[in-house]
């Protein structure tokens, strides 16, 4: 524990022969002892500059040589805390050295604790957006993901962490804040009937955030809608159709329905009938799973699932064809569809084989 007073002593012996004018009393104090606190001010304040403009800045660029990051968020929440604090903490340091008015020295500490919780709080602001940030990165590798509701529980976090501060502030200036809390209390229930809709939508966006049903960039379909996600939202996601058109849904409507998400396809897998004439000849029927098991065979990134003669079709021989395409690019996909379909009617005009899938068109009478 520093001894102001054998400082002072120690200082007053060694400028024992000092003029006379420094020995004069005002308010109290010596102006001795006002040199003495300004000179212990000024020493403060060149020391904490010191720190401030090149120990920081030197730590920041050691820092960003790390591979680890918490080091990064040490300097951050250091440098977090700015020159006022700096000044007050100066301004007490000198007037240890000094007798201060009773007004001055009731409040002072008070006026100290308020910028401490100040910069205390600005601290953990700096920690819950480091992790924030932190965890939303790990999710954005492929560039593509949104976290919407974690960013928004950070906000959330951080209006929390600042009411604490303001509430423990008044606090020290004696205010009683049971009551407060409790008129909080109040209001906030009051605010969550007025506002139970929008804290629905904002709910669900955290059951999105956490389920990822879906990310930014996937084509999904809801209902009759579908489209492209351009933006996770709090309360709501926005959709590009293929109309070109935007479209806004409701997150709690997007997590009460039943989503089809191609974004997530690793293959698409096609299905369609193909119906021939009933005087098409048994031997040529034979052929016609052979004649389309090879011409899906021939193209690259198809996959034959099945082909057979399925039924006795009202108006045709149906016979019915899937297979899969190892792809989810629907424009690949539909250029794929479009040369099996060229390849089984060339190789069915080669055979001579009708393809009829409907009723045969009646002519009207002339």
Partial sequence: MINIAVIKDYLSQALSNRPEVLSKVFWGNTFFDYLIAFFVFIVVILILRIFKEFIIVKLKNFAKHTKTKIDDVLVRVIDSVGWPLYVILSFYLAFLFIRIPEAIEKYFPTVIFVFLVFYIVKAVQVLIDYSTERAVSEDEKDGKIDRPGLRFVGKLTKVIVWAFGFIVILRSFGYNVTALAASLGIGGIAIAFALQNVLADIFASFAIDIDRPFKVGDFISIGEEMGKVKSIGIKSTRLQSLQGEELVISNKELTNSRIHNFGQMQRRRSVFMIGVAYDTPLKKLEKIPGIIKDILKNI??????????????????????????????FNDFVKVRETINFGIKKAFDKEGISIVNSAPRVLPKK
């Fill in 300 to 329: 690259k990134g198809v996959m034959v699932d099945r082909v057979y003669f399925k039924e006795f079709g009202t108006f045709n021989l149906g016979f019915e064809i899937a297979y899969f395409f190892k792809s989810a690019n």
